[in-house]
């Protein structure tokens, strides 16, 4: 059973900056692609970033130049730096991992979700 965990959600002013971290816990054998998804209120969920293996990045038009994803794999996390936060960045952010046992046996692991609300 895998589980993913996030942590550091919260309330910020405008202009202000969160760190999100997400970890995985169970059997956990190889992990690929680690991503950021958001979901704000009446939309649908959205990629945000992501990070290959190989550590190449990947962001949306919204978020490129303020937001940052790294991995610490020996750790099992992805993290999400979120600077220059914009009332539009306000949403319930997941963590999205593929893990499987070796590289050709993956599936995609979702996190519970943490609630990101950003006010002026």
């Known amino acids: 059973q895998v589980q993913l965990v996030e942590s550091g959600g919260g309330s910020v002013r405008t202009g202000g900056s969160l760190r999100l971290s997400c970890t995985a816990s169970g059997s956990v054998g190889r992990i690929d692609t680690m991503e950021w998804h958001r979901q704000a209120p009446g939309k649908e969920r959205e990629l945000v970033a992501n990070?290959?293996?190989?550590?190449?990045?990947v962001y949306a038009d919204s978020v490129k130049g303020r937001f940052t994803i790294s991995r610490d794999t020996a750790k099992k996390s992805v993290f999400l730096q979120m600077n220059s936060l914009k009332d539009e960045d306000t949403a319930v952010y997941y963590c999205k991992m593929s893990i499987g046992p070796n590289w050709l046996n993956l599936r995609n692991y979702w996190g519970q979700g943490t609630q990101v609300t950003v006010s002026s």
């Open positions: 990070i290959f293996s190989g550590h190449s990045t």
